[in-house]
């Protein structure tokens, strides 16, 4: 959970940091503005990030390949219609090693995992 918001949070940063030029009443800016809100924790992430999510792939598509897809996963919900079945596959199996890394007492190297399953594919 920390790992994903912390992308969250670098995703906010750099959001923010190319939308700081825009004008204060700028759609996107505000858009923006919601994302760093719920990096800061100040809007919850599992309320407001997904209608922020959707916001943006719906409004700002151009946007959508920036966002980080571990945070679709993560975020669940509506945000998952922005994954492919391959890629819902990839995250599946990583939860399933994940569980299977916690009965044995183990700490799944989830980066390491995730570069191997995706190889497979």
């Known amino acids: 959970m920390q790992h994903c918001r912390e992308q ?3 995703f ?3 959001l923010m940091t190319r939308t ?16 760093d809100r719920i990096a800061r924790g100040e809007d919850d992430i599992y309320t407001d990030g997904p209608m922020a999510v959707s916001r943006l792939f719906t409004t700002y598509p151009d946007f959508a390949p920036t966002f980080p897809r571990e945070l679709l996963w993560f975020l669940g919900g509506d945000c998952l219609h922005y994954l492919a079945d391959e890629e819902i596959a990839v995250f599946q199996q990583l ?9 044995q007492g183990e700490v799944l190297d989830f980066q390491a995992a995730r570069a191997k399953l995706m190889k497979s594919k």
């Open 20 to 35: 700081e030029s825009l004008a204060k009443g700028d759609s996107l800016r505000a858009l923006a503005l919601s994302f």
């Open 95 to 103: 939860d399933e090693l994940r569980r299977e890394a916690v009965t």
């Open 12 to 14: 906010s940063k750099t």
């Open 8 to 10: 969250f949070r670098d």
